[in-house]
């Protein structure tokens, strides 16, 4: 008999129930800390009282309002997020695959406003889009796709990483090309600056939308508020999602003005998006992220964790093979199987996320406290040590 729950997801056997900081509390009274944050959505961790006073204050008010009406929650995030970043206009979403369709029809109606043909997107092997039809036709692996067709058309998969057939496959029929700074679920692979820069050079040569998919790397999560400052470039159409709710269902894609010009009144649209709920908690998520102060402290802390774990790896050679990524949003490569190693965390009570090519990810809240980092490499050591051959 099929399961109550649509069986999409392979579960772990833990029940949590409660949680406060970086811990959560399992139902045996157990306590796991966690480097997972929701897969980088606790990005303040969780019962940020902040956060729950932002929630609460604005349920005993008003849910939900239609976007018939102004939401002044709903204005005031986008004011912070366009004084912010290279934006000039928001618009919200509930979730990162909702910013994913947004980012895709607003390419592909800029060149239909401009009376060009051009509907062609460019993504890359690796990388994570969301599930819609859009999404999974973006990221376009088979083990996204497969059984969904007929697919959307309008997508050419490169190779992550393979500069010449980039040169090749931009045209004059590209739309946009859709890349993470920072692939997650692909395993946690920062694309170096220069690439980035490189990837703008030839947007803007060709006149092709360079779309950013911040999705999980954004709000902070490298130590800049966005990750592609680090290359000091922007894109002209960003998808944000995961952190800039803390948890609260929230997503956003941020434009230029050039690149948002198709997009009139009635040509898109969504009932929450922008609820005055998820606005509520983004401001408040935003007026702490987006201090200098805040993210000094994120790469303060990335410092520790990274050169504990470089001991970490040292020190069990036989299970991990090195460190990679950017700030808070690090994956150990293994030399086991990924999942054995996020299992012995279990054990050991410690909560860790796997990623393709064989990588353990580790995206703790951005407010992790340096105690909390030295428990998290002797968790993980622990664990290792399950592991060991020796
Ligand atoms: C999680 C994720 C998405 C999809 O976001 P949802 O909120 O699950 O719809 C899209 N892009 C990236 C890079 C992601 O990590």
Redesign the pocket.
Known sequence: MIPAVLPTYNRVPLTFVSGEGSWLVEADGRRFLDLGAG??VNCLGHAHPALTKALTDQAGQVWHLSNLYNIPSQQALADKLVDATFADTVFFT???????ELAVKMARKYWYEKGEDRSEIITFSG??????SA?IAAAGSEKMTKGFGPLLPGFTHLEFGDHDALKAAVSDKTAAILI?PV???GGIRPVPDQCLKGLRDICDQTGALLIF?????GVGRTGKLFAHEWAGISPDIM?V??GIGGGF?L?AVLATENAAFGMTAGTHGSTYGGNPLGCAVGNAVMDIVGSDEFLAEVNRKAGLLRQKLEGLVADNPDVFEGVRGSGLMLGLKCKVTNMDVVTAGYGQNVLTVPAADNVVRLLPALNITDEDIAAATDKLDSAAKTLSFE
Do not use: L, W, Y
Request: hydrophobic share 25%; proline share 3%; glycine share 16%.
């Open positions: 897969i980088a509930n979730s990162g695959t909702e910013a994913c990388s994570f889009h969301g599930r819609s999404g993470e692939q997650g679920e998919d911040e999705v999980q790397c998808m999602a995961k269902p997503g």
